[in-house]
């Protein structure tokens, strides 16, 4: 008898176990469709209050093209702002920093009151072999998640490099979870005219990316959720 009561309970201790995990994974499937349904319109309720913006610069193309976007930024819209390039890119944070000193001289304010520098572990370095790339990746996750804490952005904006997947990740964890809602714009190459990028594609398919622009016509054609916006160089 004492058997039978046993195996009753383990029965039922087992359902009660598979039981929570079904409503827990209901739960995050739901709130999943939920922030894949909103993100088409992430500032409609954030009024013209400033945003905190985390920039994702790349190497070469990409931070040329990044540079002639931050040009045109309503800088008092999004401040402050937090500029983040792989840790082997010694070039495009001393970009950004030219282009924030510029227009701080020119508004009469300091660097360090609107922008701040960082560096992020790269996932993968041109060449490296997959094997060895899986630790990288690892590590690159464990800082992303470091520095989206540290940084809590609104609004996250990127236009290719690959340092950009794990902190859109990241993001888009945060806002299924219901910790912070980062806002992901993706703005592609203007090198790319037939076929996303990697970053891009993975963004697009993934629905991770709130808004993807493309500047040629016939990549909307190719993927109907992206917003073709024109050349911007």
């Not at 087992?14 to 939920?34: C, E, H, K, P, T």
Request: net charge positive; charged share 15%; proline share 3%.
């Amino acid at each position: 008898m004492g058997e039978c009561n046993g195996y009753s309970f383990s029965i039922g201790s087992s359902f009660g176990v598979f039981l929570s995990a079904i409503f827990v994974v209901s739960l995050i499937l739901v709130r999943l469709i939920y922030v894949i349904y909103h993100s088409s319109r992430p500032l409609s309720k954030r009024g013209s209050k400033p945003v905190s913006t985390l920039i994702i610069l790349g190497s070469g193309g990409h931070t040329a093209e990044m540079i002639n976007l931050l040009a045109v930024l309503q800088k008092d819209r999004f401040n402050p702002r937090f500029y983040v390039a792989a840790a082997t890119d010694n070039m495009s944070l001393q970009k950004a920093q030219m282009l924030e000193n510029s227009q701080s001289s020119e508004n009469a304010t300091g660097v360090t009151d609107t922008a701040q520098f960082m560096k992020i572990y790269r996932s993968r370095e041109v060449g490296q072999s997959y094997i060895t790339s899986v630790w990288t990746t690892l590590i690159a996750l464990v800082h992303a998640l470091w520095l989206m804490i540290k940084i809590r952005p609104e609004v996250i904006l990127c236009n290719g490099p690959g340092t950009c997947i794990p902190l859109c990740a990241i993001a888009f964890i945060f806002k299924v979870l219901g910790i912070r809602w980062s806002s992901i714009f993706y703005v592609e190459s203007i090198a790319r005219v037939r076929r996303l990028s990697l970053s891009g594609l993975l963004l697009y398919k993934l629905r991770m990316a709130d808004q993807l622009f493309v500047q040629w016509p016939q990549l909307q054609r190719q993927y109907p959720r992206v917003i073709y916006v024109g050349r911007l160089m």
